[in-house]
């Protein structure tokens, strides 16, 4: 497990540089910039290159980008050139509402998919294993910013049940600890549930899976001949070597934490990575894209680490395989 801990570590560094890399290429080679973003009628084109030179969009690509490494190396992440703020601090006013967003999504990925999955694998073909088979490939495959624009139009506007956009209401900070923590989680249930219902839709399917197979495994047949219940071997015996593929899919799901999901952040107005992140491409600010890039990067890696030490914690047997 440590062999396995230092190698992915070592590789950090590496893939990180190479992913911001090669945005930094692509941002930077494709045409306009920040100053062509700016829409200012009072802009002539002297001014123009005047805010070129002012950020360095004048030089070559390469140093352009030695520049731009050598800040990162020294902890320089660089000043946005929209806000005009480190974007240190941007992200760090961003990152903890995508990361209460994202946790929320993955935690009812996990407890939905993994009570339908349950569910369908105690009656096989029954009729919840077909209803939920059907219902679970349609959510999966429903594009984001439709489920997010219907689940606005149903239940904030026509409803009325939730705030169709923002993380708090007006006048939140005048609020009382209790009265402003409810505001947030009555902000919170529609975009966790659209960033979370089509993971859970995965997460059911390959638990299921999973599940139907285990059945027919000797230990689980040992179980039943001890005279044990359908419930307990189920619970008791059949879940947890079943719950390694969820194990890997919330590990490759910790992304989510960190850049959240652009179209759902976008269509709720919710102030964290991903409308960051949005906002930053639109106006070519590219110190906020490049930290993005890389925080991202370093997610998934994480993230993928995160995922083969839970396989190997929940199955022993992985372990031989993890050296």
Same mark, same amino acid.
């Given at each position: 497990?440590?062999?396995?801990?230092?190698?992915?570590?070592?590789?950090?560094?590496? /893939?990180?540089?190479?992913?911001?890399?090669?945005?930094?290429?692509?941002?930077?080679? !494709?045409?306009?910039?920040?100053? &062509? !973003?700016?829409?200012? @009628?009072?802009?002539?084109?002297? +001014?123009?290159?005047?805010?070129?030179?002012?950020?360095?969009?004048? +030089?070559?690509?390469?140093? +352009?980008? #030695? *520049?731009?490494?050598? !800040?990162?190396?020294?902890?320089?992440?660089?000043?946005?050139?929209?806000?005009?703020?480190?974007?240190?601090?941007?992200?760090? $006013?961003?990152?903890?509402?995508?990361?209460? %967003? =994202?946790?929320?999504? #993955?935690?009812?990925?996990?407890?939905?998919?993994?009570?339908?999955?349950?569910?369908?694998?105690?009656?096989?073909? =029954?009729?919840?294993?077909?209803?939920?088979?059907?219902? =679970?490939?349609?959510?999966?495959?429903?594009? *984001?910013?439709?489920?997010?624009?219907?689940?606005?139009?149903?239940?904030?506007?026509?409803?009325?049940?939730?705030?169709?956009?923002? /993380? #708090?209401?007006?006048?939140?900070?005048?609020?009382?600890?209790?009265?402003?923590?409810? &505001?947030?989680?009555?902000?919170?249930?529609?975009?966790?549930?659209?960033?979370?219902?089509?993971?859970?839709?995965?997460?059911? $399917?390959?638990?299921?899976?999973?599940?139907?197979?285990? $059945?027919?495994?000797?230990?689980?047949?040992?179980?039943?001949?001890?005279?044990?219940?359908?419930?307990?071997?189920?619970?008791?015996?059949?879940?947890?070597?079943?719950? %390694?593929?969820?194990?890997?899919?919330?590990?490759? *799901?910790? @992304?989510?934490?960190?850049?959240?999901?652009?179209?759902?952040?976008?269509?709720?107005?919710?102030?964290?990575?991903?409308?960051?992140? #949005? $906002?930053?491409? +639109?106006?070519? &600010?590219?110190?906020?894209? /490049?930290?993005?890039?890389?925080?991202?990067?370093?997610?998934?890696?994480?993230?993928?680490?995160?995922?083969?030490?839970?396989?190997?914690?929940?199955? @022993?047997?992985?372990?031989?395989? %993890?050296?």
């Amino acid at each position: 497990m440590r062999r396995l801990v230092a190698r992915r570590l070592l590789l950090l560094a590496p /893939m990180v540089w190479l992913v911001a890399t090669l945005t930094f290429a692509v941002v930077v080679a !494709a045409p306009g910039s920040y100053a &062509d !973003a700016v829409d200012h @009628p009072g802009l002539d084109a002297a +001014q123009r290159e005047a805010l070129r030179a002012r950020y360095g969009l004048d +030089q070559p690509l390469h140093r +352009q980008y #030695l *520049s731009w490494l050598g !800040a990162v190396l020294r902890g320089d992440l660089g000043v946005s050139f929209v806000t005009k703020e480190p974007v240190t601090r941007l992200l760090g $006013r961003a990152l903890p509402p995508t990361l209460l %967003l =994202g946790g929320a999504a #993955l935690l009812l990925d996990f407890l939905l998919g993994v009570a339908v999955a349950v569910a369908a694998a105690r009656r096989p073909h =029954g009729w919840f294993d077909r209803v939920s088979t059907v219902v =679970g490939l349609g959510v999966a495959g429903l594009p *984001s910013f439709w489920v997010a624009g219907l689940a606005v139009l149903v239940f904030a506007l026509l409803l009325g049940w939730f705030p169709a956009s923002h /993380m #708090l209401s007006a006048g939140a900070d005048r609020m009382s600890g209790g009265a402003r923590l409810a &505001d947030l989680l009555h902000h919170l249930v529609l975009p966790a549930a659209c960033l979370g219902l089509a993971g859970a839709a995965g997460t059911a $399917r390959y638990l299921r899976a999973a599940l139907l197979d285990i $059945r027919s495994e000797r230990f689980i047949l040992a179980a039943r001949a001890r005279g044990l219940s359908e419930r307990r071997v189920l619970w008791v015996h059949t879940l947890r070597p079943a719950l %390694l593929p969820a194990i890997t899919l919330l590990g490759l *799901s910790l @992304p989510v934490l960190v850049s959240g999901s652009v179209v759902i952040e976008t269509v709720f107005s919710w102030p964290g990575v991903g409308l960051a992140l #949005l $906002r930053a491409a +639109q106006a070519r &600010d590219l110190p906020v894209i /490049m930290a993005i890039t890389m925080l991202g990067a370093v997610a998934v890696l994480v993230g993928s680490l995160i995922a083969d030490l839970g396989y190997a914690a929940a199955d @022993p047997r992985a372990r031989e395989d %993890l050296r």
